[in-house]
């Protein structure tokens, strides 16, 4: 009987080396999401404002043959250079590790001229905005020099930079669109707001709005909710009432994104510091701003009594809250900017608001403004929007657990059957 060659055992493993797990290569998901939001964002200031579509019979592509225009200016092609250069930056970060150097640029220029291409495309059926030929070459080009900037760094920014520890330190792997989010989070508060941080608003300027498909839906179905709205008591001329208010909606709007920055984190990141850095910024950005749309006043006139003790009694709740399990915080979040969303929602205007005494227009910022006021009406819905897919997440992993634990039940019952089986024969 011919004995069987038994295969030589396979090598140990070779041990994991710490110390270069820093210098692989890997790629950046917080650039892909940074790119489509970006993308988005080009698209918006490309588009805006969105009505008046017309068809006036000339072709999408003729602005490439057109003539120069008659009014441009410096800061117009500075403009057009300096927008496009994040997009460039973040298609080449995009593209770590797979296509890097002259290849990730040159495909970053191609994207650049592509995106800049389409849009000036549309604008052709926008009366309000001018097609130039003048426009894509100066958005391609800088699309071409962010990347060519970027594309030197890339290995150092992804691989083995810093921002790239913090991030694996700080913050659970799959966070890169709550970690957008929450830096998107300050530039949402530049657009004026009667409650400081009051965002959610998107419902109330539906239903104000006679000529919206929203308050026509809801004239059709449910004619009643108008009505509840005037009725629903919060209609004041009492002062303290009104700052009882905006404290309430302060409070709910910072105590909500701070603990939804938090579950994005891990238990060993420095969550105060970070959520006091990102207070701090957006303090300064909306002082920054207000002090350049209304440099005749004081640049923290939104900055009210109300304000101050929410913003000062929250924090301080926020101590204890942090110390919660993350399921229980990501709760609390969803509450917390849901009541925010409720509050800025059914609250009438503020008699007592800053702004409501400046006569704001939106100026020579319009389109900045506009931006900053969606991302604000938008931002505890996108918030809502991850917590809920963070909870799917979990949910089925959870499941994918048990069900795998079950399989290797059946299979251990299976073979102690086979086992006894086997041992009861002669």
């Not at 055992?9 to 650039?31: K, T, V």
């Not at 238990?267 to 920054?288: C, D, E, F, H, V």
């Not at 704001?360 to 918030?383: E, T």
């Not at 809502?384 to 251990?412: C, D, G, K, N």
Request: glycine share 6%; with cysteine; hydrophobic share 50%.
């Amino acid at each position: 009987m011919l004995l069987e060659k038994v295969p030589p055992p396979s090598p140990p493993p070779e041990p994991r080396q710490p110390e270069l797990e820093g210098w692989l290569p890997r790629h950046s998901p917080l650039a892909r999401v940074g790119l489509v939001c970006f993308t988005l964002l080009v698209a918006y200031a490309s588009l805006y404002p969105f009505t008046g579509w017309a068809n006036n019979g000339i072709s999408p592509f003729a602005f490439l043959t057109a003539p120069k225009p008659r009014y441009i200016t410096e800061f117009d092609l500075l403009t057009n250079v300096i927008g496009y250069c994040p997009f460039g930056a973040l298609v080449v970060l995009s593209l770590h590790p797979r296509v890097s150097g002259a290849r990730a640029t040159l495909i970053a220029f191609v994207a650049g001229a592509l995106l800049s291409a389409v849009m000036e495309a549309l604008q052709t059926w926008l009366p309000t905005r001018i097609s130039s030929n003048i426009d894509l070459i100066t958005n391609a080009l800088g699309a071409l020099l962010g990347a060519a900037v970027v594309a030197p760094f890339t290995g150092a920014l992804i691989d083995r930079g810093t921002l790239t520890r913090l991030r694996t330190a700080w913050f659970e792997p799959h966070a890169s669109f709550a970690i957008v989010l929450v830096v998107l989070w300050p530039f949402a508060q530049i657009f004026p707001q009667e409650h400081l941080f009051g965002m959610g608003g998107i419902v109330r300027e539906w239903l104000t709005d006679p000529d919206s498909w929203p308050m026509a839906w809801v004239q059709a179905y449910f004619p009643a909710l108008i009505a509840w709205q005037d009725n629903v008591g919060f209609r004041t001329d009492d002062m303290q009432m009104q700052l009882l208010l905006e404290t309430a909606v302060t409070a709910s709007s910072w105590i909500g994104t701070a603990l939804f920055a938090s579950i994005a984190m891990r238990r060993t990141a420095p969550m105060l510091r970070i959520l006091a850095a990102l207070l701090t910024a957006a303090l300064i950005i909306k002082a920054t701003v207000s002090e350049l749309q209304f440099p005749d006043d004081n640049a923290f006139n939104w900055l009210s009594e109300g304000g101050r003790f929410a913003l000062l009694t929250s924090s301080l709740v926020l101590v204890l809250l942090l110390r919660l399990p993350r399921w229980l915080r990501a709760v609390l979040a969803v509450v917390a900017l849901g009541g925010l969303v409720v509050l800025t929602n059914i609250l009438p205007s503020n008699p007592y608001a800053w702004i409501s005494e400046q006569g704001w227009r939106m100026g020579r910022f319009i389109h900045f403004n506009s931006l900053a006021q969606w991302l604000g009406w938008l931002w505890p819905f996108m918030a809502f929007f991850y917590v809920v897919w963070r909870f799917e997440q979990i949910s089925l992993r959870r499941r994918l657990q048990r069900r795998a634990h079950r399989r290797a039940t059946a299979r251990a019952v299976a073979a102690a059957t086979d086992s006894r089986r086997a041992s009861k024969q002669p």
